[in-house]
């Protein structure tokens, strides 16, 4: 029905990304299910873990304050905001041009995902429990490991394009289609590396998981309940399905550059196609690896961190 | 004419062949010295044709000029002085246990294997050709180290194969360096593009980059395998725990192989970066082996390891004779190579004359070898004399050559090193020397009873150290000096 | 095949063999090691096939078929083979501890591509980034042998070394002649060969493993 003004496009795309974020989870699980000969609960069921955790009372530990309850609205928002961010549904219509939607570009995304994880971590320090600090303490030290990597990997892309926009960015590797240089294998090996590690999945850290003492993530959230619970998981799932857009529109980029409904629709269609496939590589490096112990987990990084450096260097020299 | 330069390596191999079938132990010691023989008398022939015509060339994958006569030389004296050696060693050694008589077939062939290998080495024309066979000399000298099957040999075989091989490798990437620039510079034509003697021609063509590249991974590559310092730690380990006729033919001969095929590169890279540049390489990594292998040498007990490290530091003279370079330098390095490979032999000799008298390799243990073997003593002090650098023999000659040169060509701090590091270690050896030569031997060690067969080997080499510790004949003189102007390019 | 594909292919091919480098010097088990060699030199024998098409020069793709047979599949059955006999299964930990390894890898490559970068007109003679992917690979298989101490895992890291040298070898003009390409691919059988003796041999009269045999020093 005619074009859609920007803003309209931007809080529907967040809109859009919250509410399926949910639904990869799902998918996640129930592939995995299958992999491992089981049955699976429905893909919906997150959906349901969501809408029970609204209906429960919040319990708070008595050294916690008003900086705790409001931590779990903090992170959504952050989150939120960077779900604003990753172009899906639109990009810039020609290399060059400026993005239609001036919101930000690739660093504040990074610094979005990275505030979310600080406030989480500041959040699990304040209840005053071990398990949260325990918790705090090993998500930053992947996350020494994973946000520069994740800034290499911009770069890397972000050389060719000449720009940090990641709409342009999109865009300018939307046209130039079969152009996958060598330097990009390496980055996009980085890029999965940090999938894994950004949306907490084995062998980086178990979501299924609620034992403290194996957990990263889980051991965060540990001391919220009721709707700040709500928010941290729902944080969690939009977090993950941010950055496999962001995965997406780094390497794997079709998006329309026109913001008419039909092009919507098709970008839509190609975006869940997408999203599809890295939740099965996602399932299948689940179902077949084992955690690392967290010792560990700087060496596997670390090859990562190589990668990205290597690609950040074969494009440079 | 050329197909002798395709003939002579074959020598070896068919004798070798023919050992496999044989089992009278009499019959390995005839064959082994016919084959040294038949070798030496062609490669006597291909001397004189080479001084005579030039040089010969075959088909491009052989060539010989005056620098592959003095290798050849060397390593037909050296070969038939290890055959007359073996008679009485293998005698010692199948009498102990410590060879078992069904083994000797493997023994005797893998030599000739050896020998054949490094015969085509020095004969190589085509870079590509010289490579394989070095890598051949690895493989057969590594299951000669490990022959003993001891755990002790099996190390030293392991780190030989491995860093050698590695090493080696280096220098395949340097000779597809040089390659790729002589394809290059032939406008993509590979033809020649692979031979010595094509790529020296036109050396001053190729670009300087890519070359210089190459010659440091050349330089590093093949000097693993020829024991430059930093890269020399299998050396000791491998000489030593080696079968003493074997590692005779390892540090006279293998390592200068390997120098050989560096003397090639730095024709080519004097061609085409100038002078300087790969001198000033040679001239670092001689010297650094100089001053590494010292210590060494000076707190060693290991009779064979301490000649280990003194191949190093030799090796290292030789290299910075080569660094040095000018006329008198790089002839005084290929003095050196003939000298130390000869004199070197000889004391691997006597050393597995004292291991199979005393059975220990320890100089804390080895006593009054004088008394216990009045000929082996005899020349033990010969041998430790001349490694020392003493006059009258050979070596003296060749490092004064050295310094000669350094000092005409203002290198004063080198030569101030060099001459430091070669005062030290005379001392030092002539200290092992004499303590193992003087003095009353243990009761237990058997007394007289010198095998005829290596009393020869020695003499034979004592008496060309002697020679040319005296003088330089006239024909070497010739060789010595076209192998020269061949090197610099002249 | 044109000239400007062959290159952006081995760019490529290029890529993914740095790649399967880093997945070897990180390799915690040895038979991860030994199937990243192998797919390296699935890539060495593609590029081969590449540059044969390229230049219609038909010694490349023999050479490309040798390689697919000895390196990819002969070399690593026998190393497997080998496995199987010692019953090795983890890697002791290395001397370099692995992360300072990668950052030294990361430091060989970015030293490859300045020194490469440096050269003049002759860089043309080498197709694409050949010669500083070359370079790397050669340095970082002799890393991957200085910093680990299993005999087994030296061996892999000598083959990788060897693969980079192949790759720049074929990159140049029109290829190395024919038969230095299968003497230098003999003379790596024949090595690999006496290792793998050596290494069951170490076993079998000593009763030790090779890393454990480290008693000459001085």
Redo the contacts between chains.
């Keep these: 029905m005619g074009r859609a003004t920007p803003w309209a496009l931007a809080l529907g795309q967040m809109a859009l990304l919250v509410l399926l974020g949910p639904l990869v989870t799902g998918v996640i699980q129930k592939l995995k299910a299958r992999l491992q000969c089981r049955r699976g609960a429905g893909i919906l069921q997150p959906y349901r873990d969501l809408t029970k955790l609204l209906r429960k009372g919040t319990v708070q530990a008595d050294t916690a304050g008003s900086f705790f309850r409001a931590v779990p609205v903090a992170v959504l928002a952050a989150t939120c905001a960077a779900a604003a961010l990753v172009p899906v549904l639109f990009a810039s219509p020609a290399a060059g041009a400026a993005s239609p939607l001036p919101l930000g570009d690739a660093i504040l995304l990074l610094g979005w995902l990275a505030l979310g994880r600080f406030l989480t971590a500041v959040g699990a320090l304040d209840a005053g429990g071990a398990f949260g600090g325990m918790g705090a303490s090993r998500e930053m030290t992947v996350a020494t490991l994973v946000e520069p990597v994740l800034m290499l990997v911009v770069f890397s892309v972000s050389v060719v394009a000449g720009t940090t926009d990641l709409g342009a960015i999109a865009g300018h590797l939307s046209l130039r289609r079969g152009s996958f240089g060598a330097p990009d294998i390496l980055a996009l090996f980085a890029m999965l590396v940090l999938l894994l590690a950004e949306t907490g999945r084995i062998p980086v850290d178990n979501p299924d998981t609620h034992l403290e003492l194996t957990m990263l993530h889980e051991g965060m959230l540990l001391e919220h309940s009721g709707p700040g619970l709500f928010c941290l998981v729902l944080a969690h799932h939009t977090k993950q399905i941010v950055v496999m857009a962001l995965v997406q529109a780094l390497f794997l980029p079709w998006i329309p550059a026109s913001t008419a409904l039909f092009a919507l629709a098709l970008g839509l269609g190609a975006f869940a196609a997408r999203t599809l496939v890295l939740a099965i590589f996602l399932a299948l490096v689940e179902s077949s690896y084992a955690k690392l112990r967290f010792f560990r987990l700087p060496q596997f990084l670390s090859i990562g961190f190589l990668s990205a450096f290597l690609a950040v260097a074969l494009r440079l020299l | 004419m050329t197909t002798l330069l395709w003939i002579l390596p074959l020598v070896p191999v068919a004798f070798g062949l023919a050992m496999l079938g044989v089992r009278d132990r009499r019959l390995f010691h005839a064959l082994d010295l016919a084959s040294a023989s038949a070798t030496g008398v062609l490669v006597v022939i291909v001397a004189r044709t080479v001084m005579r015509d030039g040089s010969l060339r075959a088909a491009g994958v052989f060539a010989a000029d005056a620098v592959t006569v003095v290798f050849l030389g060397l390593i037909a004296l050296l070969g038939l002085a290890t055959a007359i050696y073996t008679i009485g060693w293998m005698r010692r050694e199948v009498a102990g246990g410590d060879i078992e008589e069904r083994r000797l077939p493997a023994y005797f062939a893998l030599v000739q294997a050896f020998l054949a290998t490094m015969l085509v080495t020095v004969l190589a024309d085509n870079l590509g050709v010289l490579w394989i066979a070095m890598e051949g000399t690895t493989i057969t000298s590594a299951l000669l180290v490990g022959f003993r099957r001891d755990r002790y040999g099996l190390e030293a075989a392991w780190k030989y194969i491995i860093v050698t091989t590695i090493g080696i490798s280096f220098g395949l990437f340097g000779t597809v360096l040089v390659y790729a620039a002589t394809a290059h510079a032939l406008g993509g034509a590979a033809a020649g593009a692979m031979n010595f003697t094509t790529i020296a021609a036109m050396a001053h063509r190729l670009d300087p980059g890519i070359v210089r590249i190459g010659f440091i991974f050349v330089i590093v590559g093949y000097g693993t395998k020829a024991g430059l310092a930093p890269m020399h730690m299998w050396l000791p380990d491998a000489h030593s725990q080696a079968p003493s006729p074997v590692s005779a033919l390892l540090s006279g001969a293998l390592i200068k192989c390997a120098l050989f095929g560096i003397i090639r590169f730095h024709t080519i890279a004097r061609g085409a970066c100038g002078p300087a540049f790969s001198g000033r390489l040679l001239l670092l990594f001689g010297l650094v082996s100089v001053v590494v292998a010292t210590p060494f040498i000076l707190t060693q007990r290991d009779l064979k390891r301490l000649l280990g490290y003194h191949s190093v530091e030799h090796v290292g003279i030789v290299a910075l004779g080569l660094g040095i370079g000018g006329p008198v330098g790089t002839y005084a390095a290929f003095l050196h190579i003939l000298n130390h490979g000869v004199t070197k032999a000889l004391v691997f000799f006597v050393a597995g004359d004292a291991l199979g008298r005393y059975g220990s390799r320890d100089m804390g243990r080895i006593r009054g070898f004088l008394r216990a073997a009045p000929f082996a003593g005899t020349f033990l002090m010969l041998g430790a004399f001349s490694l020392a650098g003493m006059p009258p023999f050979s070596i003296f000659v060749s490092e004064l050559l050295v310094l000669r040169a350094g000092i005409a060509a203002g290198r004063y701090v080198t030569i101030a090193i060099f001459l430091a590091m070669v005062v030290v270690i005379f001392a030092g050896l002539i200290h092992h020397a004499g303590k193992m030569a003087f003095g009353e031997p243990d009761e237990a060690v058997r007394r007289g009873g010198e095998a005829l067969s290596g009393v020869l080997a020695m003499g034979l080499l004592a008496a060309v150290m002697l020679l040319l510790g005296l003088t330089v004949p006239p024909g070497l003189d010739r060789i010595l000096t076209r192998a020269t102007e061949v090197t610099l390019g002249s | 095949m044109s000239p400007e594909l062959a290159t952006?292919l081995i760019?490529?091919l290029?890529?993914?063999l740095?790649?399967t480098m880093?997945?070897i010097l990180?390799a915690?088990q040895l038979y991860r090691a030994i199937y990243a060699v192998a797919a390296q030199s699935v890539l060495i024998a593609l590029a081969g096939a590449v540059l044969g098409a390229t230049t219609h020069n038909l010694d490349l793709w023999i050479v490309a078929g040798i390689t697919l047979l000895v390196k990819a599949i002969a070399l690593p059955w026998l190393l497997l083979r080998v496995i199987r006999r010692v019953g090795i299964r983890r890697e002791i930990e290395p001397v370099v501890p692995?992360?300072a390894t990668?950052?030294i890898?990361?430091g060989i490559?970015?030293l490859a591509?300045?020194?490469s970068?440096?050269?003049?007109?002759?860089r043309?003679?080498?197709t694409g980034?050949a010669?500083?992917v070359?370079?790397a690979l050669?340095l970082m298989?002799?890393l991957v042998?200085m910093s680990r101490r299993e005999?087994l895992t030296?061996?892999v890291?000598?083959f990788a070394?060897?693969n980079?040298?192949f790759f720049?070898?074929m990159a140049?003009?029109?290829?190395?002649?024919l038969?230095?390409e299968i003497?230098?691919v003999?003379?790596v059988i024949?090595?690999a060969l006496?290792?793998g003796v050596?290494?069951l041999?170490?076993r079998s009269?000593?009763d030790?493993d090779?890393a454990e045999?480290?008693?000459?020093r001085?």
């Design positions: 952006r760019d490529a290029g890529a993914l740095l790649f880093i997945l990180a915690g692995i992360t990668l950052a890898a990361g490559v970015v591509f300045h020194l970068s440096s050269l003049g007109a002759v043309q003679a080498i980034n010669l500083p070359g370079i050669t298989g002799v042998m005999a030296q061996m890291g000598l070394s060897e980079g040298i720049t070898a140049v003009s029109q290829g190395m002649p038969i230095i003497g230098v003999l003379d024949l090595g006496v290792m050596m290494v041999r170490v009269s000593v030790a090779i045999l480290d008693r000459l001085g």
